[in-house]
């Protein structure tokens, strides 16, 4: 993965924000003196995850999601009802809308590495670049590139049948390319 999950997720926000399906409000509360404060992240132009509003989510799941928030929240329980207490509020409804998109996020990048795996195999059993004086991977995308080209291979079984096409073809033959290895671990395994 390209970016870490908080990256990630922050990304997906921008382009909910971007598509019209959220967008982001500015929250406030009372100041005690006749006016108003906003709430520390909760500006308009903070890219928080407490100031963003619902367009186009399922109100419902939004609701249920944001429920689950407050009761855990024994705090907010004891406040009185008014616009300090609502204000809250709508920073939980943000703060459910972040987690539905967060949750869409990480399924998608669950189901890309699942399909990923029925494919190639186990990312973890690629081998990799080895970068032995300073003590680090040099390339990590040396494997996947030739599992990758195996799997679009056109193999044995070509369709020659395809309408207005020629039905013969020119095909490269190239020979695998070999990685050595310096382990041992079958010494390991006693």
Known sequence: MAYTLGTQYNLEVEKAIELGIIERQEITEPDGK???????????????????????????????????????????????????????????????????LSDATTKSIISSQEVFRCFSGHPALFKVQYDYKNRCIKDSTFDIQKRIGGMVSTGEDNMTDIPLLSKTYRCAECADYEVGSTSDIAKDLD
Do not use: F, Y
Request: aromatic fraction near 2%; proline fraction near 4%.
């Open 34 to 100: 006749d006016g108003s404060k906003t709430l520390p992240n909760c500006k308009k132009e903070d890219k928080s995850l407490l100031n963003l509003k619902n367009v186009h989510l399922d109100n419902n799941q939004i609701q249920a999601v944001m429920t689950e928030i407050l009761n855990q929240l024994t705090t907010w329980r004891d406040m009185p009802i008014g616009p300090a207490k609502n204000a809250r509020i709508e920073c939980c409804k943000s703060l459910a809308i972040a987690m539905i």
